[in-house]
């Protein structure tokens, strides 16, 4: 059984930062492929950064690039994303994925993660 758990939202003005965190528990090898989504309500999950173990590669939406980064700490098996230079427009649910196998159709597709955590809610205001 997997369980990701995330933290770390909150409120914030435009400008500023926040660190999401997330816990990997159960079966760790899901660290395989992880990332971050997000969700305004109404709206389709969007793909925000991915993370493949043993840096293989990572990976970031054009909005992100630049302001967020993506990394794992394997010891704690834990994933994080440093959200900086925050605008409002990055408002939303944030989740974390994860996988045994990495996407073959595109990192940031929600349907290639079988595991989701319980979302974190981040609101930038202006």
């Known amino acids: 059984q997997v369980q990701l758990v995330e933290s770390g939202g909150g409120s914030v003005q435009a400008g500023g930062s926040l660190r999401l965190s997330c816990v990997v528990s159960?079966?760790?090898?899901?660290?395989?492929?992880m990332a971050w989504f997000r969700q305004v309500s109404g709206e389709s999950r969007e793909g925000v950064a991915a993370?493949?173990?043993?840096?293989?590669?990572?990976y970031y939406a054009t909005s992100v690039r630049g302001r967020f980064t993506i990394s794992q700490d394997n010891a704690k098996n834990t994933l994080y994303l440093q959200m900086d230079n925050l605008k409002t427009e990055d408002t939303a649910t944030y989740y974390c994925?994860?996988?045994?196998?990495?996407?073959?159709?595109?990192?940031?597709?929600?349907?290639?993660?079988?595991?989701w955590g319980q979302g974190t809610q981040v609101t930038v205001s202006s």
């Open positions: 159960g079966n760790t090898l899901v660290r395989n492929c």
């Open positions: 994925a994860a996988d045994l196998v990495c996407a073959s159709g595109g990192w940031y597709l929600a349907d290639e993660y079988n595991y």
């Open positions: 993370i493949h173990l043993g840096g293989s590669g990572t």
